[in-house]
Protein backbone atom coordinates (compact mmCIF):
# COMPACT_ATOMS: atom_id res chain seq x y z
CA UNK A 1 0.00 0.00 0.00
CA UNK A 2 1.39 3.24 -1.20
CA UNK A 3 1.54 5.55 1.43
CA UNK A 4 2.27 9.82 1.49
CA UNK A 5 2.78 11.43 4.50
CA UNK A 6 2.73 14.77 5.41
CA UNK A 7 4.37 16.29 8.20
CA UNK A 8 6.05 19.88 9.27
CA UNK A 9 2.64 21.91 9.60
CA UNK A 10 1.13 23.99 12.32
CA UNK A 11 0.26 28.11 13.66
CA UNK A 12 2.72 29.90 12.82
CA UNK A 13 3.19 33.65 12.19
CA UNK A 14 2.87 36.21 9.65
CA UNK A 15 6.65 36.63 8.18
CA UNK A 16 7.58 33.02 9.52
CA UNK A 17 9.10 29.94 7.63
CA UNK A 18 8.06 26.31 7.95
CA UNK A 19 9.35 23.67 6.34
CA UNK A 20 6.69 20.70 4.93
CA UNK A 21 8.39 16.92 4.62
CA UNK A 22 6.38 14.03 2.77
CA UNK A 23 7.80 10.89 3.38
CA UNK A 24 6.70 7.99 1.04
CA UNK A 25 6.36 4.21 1.60
CA UNK A 26 5.15 1.17 -0.53
CA UNK A 27 6.81 2.30 -3.67
CA UNK A 28 9.66 4.72 -4.85
CA UNK A 29 9.34 7.69 -6.20
CA UNK A 30 12.48 7.81 -7.34
CA UNK A 31 11.57 8.32 -11.36
CA UNK A 32 8.23 10.42 -10.11
CA UNK A 33 6.98 13.89 -10.52
CA UNK A 34 6.17 14.85 -6.86
CA UNK A 35 4.05 18.09 -6.00
CA UNK A 36 2.58 19.92 -3.22
CA UNK A 37 -0.81 21.17 -3.57
CA UNK A 38 -3.07 23.30 -1.43
CA UNK A 39 -6.91 23.72 -0.19
CA UNK A 40 -9.08 25.68 1.78
CA UNK A 41 -12.67 25.01 2.68
CA UNK A 42 -14.50 25.39 -0.20
CA UNK A 43 -12.26 26.04 -2.29
CA UNK A 44 -10.78 23.98 -5.23
CA UNK A 45 -6.84 22.48 -4.19
CA UNK A 46 -4.84 24.72 -5.77
CA UNK A 47 -0.89 23.98 -7.54
CA UNK A 48 1.84 25.04 -4.77
CA UNK A 49 4.92 23.28 -6.46
CA UNK A 50 6.00 20.62 -8.48
CA UNK A 51 9.54 18.74 -8.75
CA UNK A 52 10.52 17.06 -11.71
CA UNK A 53 11.65 13.30 -11.62
CA UNK A 54 15.07 13.57 -11.88
CA UNK A 55 14.59 16.45 -9.71
CA UNK A 56 16.38 19.35 -12.09
CA UNK A 57 13.03 21.31 -12.96
CA UNK A 58 10.94 22.96 -10.09
CA UNK A 59 7.29 24.74 -10.61
CA UNK A 60 5.76 26.91 -8.68
CA UNK A 61 2.26 28.59 -8.35
CA UNK A 62 2.06 31.84 -9.10
CA UNK A 63 0.88 32.73 -5.61
CA UNK A 64 3.99 31.05 -3.94
CA UNK A 65 6.57 31.91 -6.63
CA UNK A 66 9.58 33.58 -4.81
CA UNK A 67 8.73 32.71 -1.33
CA UNK A 68 8.34 28.89 -1.44
CA UNK A 69 11.30 25.96 -2.17
CA UNK A 70 10.34 22.36 -3.37
CA UNK A 71 13.51 20.11 -2.75
CA UNK A 72 13.91 16.02 -3.24
CA UNK A 73 15.99 13.40 -1.22
CA UNK A 74 15.45 10.48 -3.76
CA UNK A 75 17.43 7.95 -1.35
CA UNK A 76 14.79 8.98 1.56
CA UNK A 77 11.73 8.60 -0.64
CA UNK A 78 10.63 12.41 0.11
CA UNK A 79 10.10 15.77 -0.45
CA UNK A 80 10.20 18.97 1.14
CA UNK A 81 8.58 22.58 0.80
CA UNK A 82 10.45 25.31 1.88
CA UNK A 83 8.09 28.28 2.91
CA UNK A 84 9.36 32.01 3.64
CA UNK A 85 7.81 34.81 4.10
CA UNK A 86 4.50 33.17 5.16
CA UNK A 87 1.18 35.02 4.63
CA UNK A 88 -2.06 34.55 5.85
CA UNK A 89 -3.54 33.92 2.57
CA UNK A 90 -1.16 30.45 2.65
CA UNK A 91 -3.34 29.21 5.22
CA UNK A 92 -4.19 26.04 3.89
CA UNK A 93 -4.21 22.13 4.35
CA UNK A 94 -1.26 21.20 2.18
CA UNK A 95 -0.86 18.08 0.68
CA UNK A 96 2.17 16.19 -1.00
CA UNK A 97 1.48 14.05 -4.21
CA UNK A 98 3.16 11.68 -6.87
CA UNK A 99 2.39 10.78 -10.13
CA UNK A 100 2.21 7.16 -11.47
CA UNK A 101 4.00 7.40 -14.41
CA UNK A 102 8.27 7.33 -14.70
CA UNK A 103 10.29 9.16 -16.07
CA UNK A 104 7.25 11.52 -17.57
CA UNK A 105 6.75 15.16 -17.76
CA UNK A 106 5.85 17.24 -14.58
CA UNK A 107 1.95 17.47 -14.15
CA UNK A 108 0.61 20.93 -12.77
CA UNK A 109 -2.61 20.13 -11.94
CA UNK A 110 -4.32 17.83 -9.37
CA UNK A 111 -5.93 15.28 -11.85
CA UNK A 112 -2.51 14.11 -12.98
CA UNK A 113 -1.44 12.91 -10.00
CA UNK A 114 -2.40 9.69 -8.19
CA UNK A 115 -0.98 9.31 -5.17
CA UNK A 116 -2.18 11.21 -1.82
CA UNK A 117 -1.34 12.22 1.64
CA UNK A 118 -3.64 13.05 3.89
CA UNK A 119 -2.44 16.72 5.02
CA UNK A 120 -1.25 19.07 6.93
CA UNK A 121 -2.73 21.94 8.04
CA UNK A 122 -0.50 25.22 8.25
CA UNK A 123 -2.19 28.42 9.68
CA UNK A 124 -0.56 31.90 9.68
CA UNK A 125 -1.83 34.34 11.98
CA UNK A 126 -1.44 38.11 10.99
Known amino acids: QVQLVESGGGLVQAGDSVRLSCVASGRTFHSNAMAWFRQVPGKEREFVAA????????YYGDAVKGRFSMTREKWKNAVYLQMNSLKPEDTAIYYC???????????????????WGQGTQVTVSS
Open 97 to 115: SGDREDYSSTPLVADDYDY
Open 51 to 58: ISWSGAHT
